[in-house]
């Protein structure tokens, strides 16, 4: 059963207590990310995230992480486009200390400015990171430019440029203008003393002073179009590093499931068409998938891997073959059922460990309520198989498709071959 609160300072408490549970979680989702950036503060969303952990006004950073591990227990966050989430997990005796440590990191760091600037030179090395990792900085590329011009298009690490003029002054102008009661949401779940963990969220989040809180306008999608190609070469990558992909639906769509099926049935799984045809059949690639991201006004669908340069032609085309057929001849009735059993049995499956009741957080933010597992089952098992197949016909229009590229030097005339097939323009 689930419990919710809105304090008078407009915070917002989710409670689900399981009382058999051995464990509890704790969330505070705090509805702020890349997408309320500015040019002037990219990346100070996933700084502040930082800067969380490097102390407070009792505790240095080496005690904070010390806290949890002495107790076994999980303290983690993350930086999304839409949200920053914090969390814990632990024993059901120990969540009213893990409370104590996240609240403390929330509500009293110091923000100290040489903590500020020796993260930096972590951030740094995160960006690197990445950017040694062709799988993924495709996608990122591709996310960039199909977005371009919204914030959507931000790294979440944010720019070389930006991340060195990051301040102190900066990180609490952001931390003051997003981390307000009116723009949290607190998740607790499983078995916790209630009693106690409610009169802490009163003394302490509770507590926080109601701003004149400006949530960030919503991004304005209807100028967004296809980019088309892009192509970065690098000297260090054998592979060529692919994304292939288009404008998907936000959220809360009414197409969200369908689109979420579309993407099981193309690369999620080893009876996928794209895992058996590129992969099975003609052993062209090793990595071979898709996915769906869903934010608060929109999403992208993308099928990304890495392949030889001197395979990289066929796959393309098997590709664009593989789309074209599903467009013109429908998609198979019985991968189609296949797909939507996968779907739910991953949703169901996914939604019995304690630390899965954090969706709730996730639930709260972008449909302003529970959405129970068996509403999500529903909606997917009730997709008509004809109403579906009209959907990507729709959906999977050549002239909405965009090509990303990381790979060698040699890549020069694949934005040839790619004008030549029939999903390039």
């Not at 690369?267 to 590129?278: M, N, P, R, T, V």
């Amino acid at each position: 059963m689930i419990d919710k609160k809105i304090y008078k300072n407009g915070l917002t408490v989710i409670k689900s207590l399981i009382p058999d549970s051995l464990s509890a979680v704790f969330g505070v989702f705090v509805k702020a990310g890349t997408r309320n950036e500015t040019k002037d503060n990219f990346g100070c969303a996933h700084f502040l995230e930082h800067m969380f952990f490097k102390g407070t006004a009792t505790k240095t950073g080496r005690e904070l992480a010390e806290s949890m591990d002495e107790i076994g227990g999980i303290i983690n966050a993350f930086t999304s486009h839409d949200y920053t989430c914090f969390y814990s997990h632990s024993l059901s005796e120990d969540c009213s200390y893990a409370y104590d440590v996240i609240s403390d990191m929330l509500l009293n760091s110091l923000f100290d400015k040489g903590e500020i600037e020796k993260e930096k030179k972590v951030i740094f090395e995160e960006m690197n990171m990445y950017e040694d990792e062709p799988g993924g900085l495709v996608v990122e590329t591709f996310t960039k430019k199909l977005f371009v011009g919204t914030p959507l298009s931000n790294s979440i690490l944010g720019t070389v440029e930006s991340l060195k003029s990051i301040n102190q002054e900066k990180l609490l102008d952001f931390f003051n203008k997003y981390y307000r009661p009116e723009n949290i949401i607190i998740v607790l779940a499983g078995h916790f003393n209630e009693e106690d963990l409610t009169k802490k969220i009163e003394n302490t989040f509770g507590k926080m002073a109601k701003g004149a809180f400006k949530d960030a306008p919503l991004i304005e999608t209807s100028g967004i179009k296809p980019f088309n190609y892009h192509a970065i070469m690098k000297e260090d990558v054998t592979q060529v590093n692919f994304a292939l992909g288009c404008l998907g639906v936000a959220k809360t769509h009414s197409n969200y499931y369908a689109l979420e099926l579309l993407s099981t049935l193309l690369g999620e799984g080893s009876s996928s068409y794209l895992f058996l045809q590129i992969r099975d059949a003609l052993g062209l690639c090793y990595d071979i998938g898709s996915f769906n991201s869903s934010f608060y006004e929109t999403g992208e669908l993308v099928i990304h891997g890495a392949t030889s340069i001197e395979s990289f032609p066929k796959v393309l085309k098997t590709v664009a073959e593989l789309l074209d057929d599903m467009v013109k001849n429908s998609v198979n009735e019985g991968a189609f059922l296949r797909g939507k059993k996968q779907m739910v049995s991953q949703i169901v499956l996914a939604s019995e460990g304690i630390l899965s009741k954090l969706r709730l957080g996730n639930n709260f933010l972008y449909n302003g309520r529970e959405v129970p597992v068996s509403e999500a089952k529903n909606l997917i098992e009730s997709i008509p198989y004809a109403d579906f197949n009209l959907f990507v016909k729709g959906f999977l229009k050549r002239e909405n498709m965009s090509l990303s590229l990381v790979g060698p030097k040699g890549m020069e005339n694949f934005k040839e071959k790619w004008r030549l097939t029939q999903w390039g323009n």
